[in-house]
């Protein structure tokens, strides 16, 4: 049980243009999810935490506006990244909360490329 | 703040060779630590965990002592198999940080026959 899927697994997309990813848990009822970045050999850093039917709060330093984040039901959060550059290249990794603080089960991340 | 250091990778074994993964926190609190793997292609899963200081955390196989004195968590597996290849992510989360986790860079471990 508690599974999350996280769609796509890789994406490859032009400057400029946007790209969503998805986040699902597909057996169980998540009220906060949680999106994660991973730099080449560097940490996964939280980036901001989704609560369903409000909006997300985001870590110091991540642009709200460029990162947008829909939690519109216990079973799918989104992560849109709006105008990507190459800069935004990165692993995206999404989470889900369940049961008590330590029942996270995450996504199998995804791999943005923006050429 | 809270950080996690462990050991960069890749690590190359063969098998049943002893592993060793070393990780070191520091944190303001009193955390819980971690360990997740992520096999190829699927999402991170939870190792094992160890809530307080001298606890012992283990799961098939592996094992990591929550060293206070050291602020280490060190991950050991006395004989690894080809099955046990994948990055090896320590964490920590710290209930003075709104339970936030904050994790290490990831260890590759690639074992052969």
């Known amino acids: 049980g508690a599974v999350v899927s996280q769609h796509p697994s890789r994406v490859i997309c032009k400057s400029g243009t946007s790209v969503k990813i998805e986040c699902r848990s597909l057996?169980?009822?998540?009220?906060?999810m949680f999106w994660y970045r991973q730099f080449p050999k560097q940490s996964l850093m939280l980036m901001a935490t989704?609560?369903?039917?409000?909006?997300?709060?985001?870590e110091q330093g991540v642009e709200k506006d460029k990162f947008l984040i829909n939690h519109a039901s216990l079973t799918l959060s989104t992560l849109t990244v709006t105008s990507a550059h190459p800069e935004d290249s990165s692993f995206y990794i999404c989470s889900a909360a369940h049961g008590d603080v330590y029942g996270y089960t995450f996504g199998s991340g995804t791999r943005l490329t923006v050429v | 703040g809270d950080s996690v250091t462990q050991m960069e990778g890749p690590v190359t074994l063969s098998e049943e060779a002893f592993l060793t993964i070393n990780c070191t926190y520091t944190?303001?609190?009193?955390?819980?630590l971690f360990w997740y793997v992520q096999y190829p292609g699927e999402g991170l899963q939870l190792l094992l965990k160890a809530t307080k200081a001298d606890d012992k955390g283990s799961n098939k196989g592996f094992e990591a002592t929550y060293r206070k004195e050291t602020t280490s968590f060190h991950l050991e597996k006395g004989s690894v198999q080809v099955s046990d290849s994948a990055v090896y992510f320590c964490?920590?989360?710290?209930?003075?940080?709104?339970?936030?986790?904050?994790f290490g860079t990831g260890t590759s471990l690639t074992v052969i026959p």
């Open positions: 057996d169980f009822q998540a009220t906060t």
């Open positions: 944190a303001t609190g009193y955390p819980s």
């Open positions: 989704s609560n369903e039917g409000s909006k997300a709060t985001y």
């Open positions: 964490a920590l989360s710290d209930e003075n940080t709104g339970n936030q986790f904050y």
